[in-house]
């Protein structure tokens, strides 16, 4: 399809596990977004691509996670030593360009389960 | 950031038309308003956005207060599809700041038969 792909769609992990999640963007989109999602909240933003360049990342709650888009395209969110804190959807999102005056595309999201 | 407020909850009747609103009494010059929307287990679905100028698309129309610190989406006539979280959130014209735009909990729209 031509939409955003994440991947998995759902993952378990042991508490202290690392784990990788993969968002694949529609093809030629500039920006890309991660968000985190808790049960019966709105999604919290966690970082900004826009190609390679990771232009904000403050959203991050610690140091345990980590994203990269090394090629301007697909984007891995790591989370290192899981906690149970962690258990949430993740969704990543993607536009055609940055600025505020374009959509943005969400994937289906990655749930984590952190037991 | 600049935040938006919602009303937790609202209930329409099918083919009814709804007015779900939204306060961003913080909004800057260069924010967009942008409305989103999300059914069980999916991510959110973009629905309307604008600047100062109401808008009208498919889905919706969006209407933009004169000073900029309220907005309403209006969906025409409600159906059972559209039953979904709704959130209004801003992004920013540029691109360094566009990315970081604060969801809230948005409203949550029952629709009846």
């Known amino acids: 399809g031509a939409g955003v792909s994440q991947s998995p769609r759902y993952k378990v992990a042991k508490r202290g596990q690392d784990v990788a999640l993969r968002c694949d963007p529609i093809?030629?989109?500039?920006?890309l977004f991660w968000y985190q999602q808790a049960l019966g909240q709105g999604p919290e933003f966690l970082t900004y691509?826009?190609?390679?360049?990771?232009?904000?990342k403050s959203g991050l709650p610690s140091d345990r996670f980590f994203a990269e888009r090394p090629e301007g395209s697909v984007s891995t969110l790591k989370i290192q030593r899981t906690q149970q804190e962690d258990s949430a959807v993740y969704l990543c999102a993607s536009s055609l360009v940055g600025q505020g005056d374009t959509e943005a595309f969400f994937g289906q999201g990655t749930r984590l389960t952190v037991v | 950031d600049a935040k938006t407020t919602q009303p937790n909850s609202m209930e329409s009747n099918e083919e009814e038309p709804v007015h779900l609103p939204c306060n961003h009494s913080?909004?800057?010059?260069?924010?967009?308003i942008h409305w989103y929307r999300q059914l069980p287990s999916q991510g959110p679905e973009y629905v309307i956005h604008?600047?100062?100028s109401n808008v009208n698309n498919r889905m919706a129309s969006l209407a933009i207060a004169e000073d900029r610190k309220s907005s309403t989406l209006i969906l025409h006539r409600a159906t059972l599809r559209d039953a979904a979280v709704y959130y209004c959130i801003l992004r920013a014209w540029d691109n360094t700041n566009a990315g970081k735009s604060t969801f809230g909990d948005g409203t949550t729209l029952t629709v009846k038969p």
């Open positions: 604008g600047l100062t």
């Open positions: 913080t909004i800057s010059g260069t924010d967009y």
């Open positions: 691509f826009q190609n390679e360049a990771q232009l904000d």
């Open positions: 093809s030629g989109h500039v920006s």
